[in-house]
């Protein structure tokens, strides 16, 4: 039940791309994205919502594949301030007022100069 | 606007011993949530509550409750802290489906 997270680390350049990849084995309604960095909470990041819609507020992307029941967080140019680990957090359709998500283990960034 | 606090932000206990977990939010959320943190084990759910006057059991309930105390306050009671309740705490609010706003957390120590 739980989405699986892949790769689990990587170590980037500055400047580089990534892509953080989230798999559920389960309908999805929703895929929730959220960077913490050491020490820190998790900040908010991203959804995707079924049907296409897409509410974040920093210029990251993503991708919500909902017949394959995965999403792709896409991090291009990245830089020294995207370091963290990154998690998913998932919500499928039958959960009802219930507003729990099912989260990844997190995949954990590294960006060097 | 503090968003979500939390406190205390450290504490070390002796197994055994009671404590309770404060959390608060000035965002007129309905849902809250406290979540346990491991190293490896992502974030796990421990209770949630999805209003005023309701809470559920999460993934982690053992050993913990909780009091929603009014729209602001969630709190978590550890009754018999144990050495497997070493962990990092965070408390989390959210309006609808969307955004989670978490507090800075509380790092416990039981030894």
């Known amino acids: 039940q739980q989405p699986v997270q892949s790769p689990q680390a990587v170590i980037l350049r500055e400047g580089e791309d990534a892509v953080i990849n989230c798999s559920s084995s389960k309908a999805l309604y929703s895929v929730h994205w959220y960077r913490q960095k050491h020490g820190e909470a998790p900040v908010f990041l991203m959804i995707l919502l079924k049907g296409g819609e897409q509410k974040g507020h920093e210029k990251i992307s993503a991708s919500f594949n909902e017949k394959k029941q995965q999403s792709s967080l896409y991090l291009t140019a990245s830089q020294l301030s995207y370091s963290g680990t990154y998690f998913c957090g998932t919500r499928t359709p039958n959960a009802g007022n219930n507003r729990k998500l099912i989260w990844g283990l997190g995949t954990s960034l590294a960006v060097n100069p | 606007n503090a968003g979500v606090t939390q406190t205390p932000k450290f504490q070390v206990l002796k197994t055994g011993q009671s404590m309770t977990l404060q959390c608060a939010q000035d965002?007129?959320?309905?849902?809250m949530y406290w979540y346990r943190q491991d190293p490896g084990m992502g974030l796990r759910l421990i209770y949630y509550?999805?209003?005023?006057?309701?809470?559920d059991k999460g993934e982690v309930p053992n050993g913990y409750n909780v009091s929603r105390l009014n729209k602001r306050e969630f709190s978590l009671r550890l009754e018999s802290a144990a050495p497997s309740q070493t962990s990092v705490y965070f408390c989390?609010?959210?309006?609808?489906?969307?955004?989670?706003?978490f507090g800075p957390g509380t790092r416990l120590t039981v030894t």
């Open positions: 965002m007129n959320h309905n849902s």
């Open positions: 989390a609010s959210v309006e609808g489906a969307y955004e989670q706003y």
């Open positions: 509550s999805a209003s005023e006057g309701t809470t």
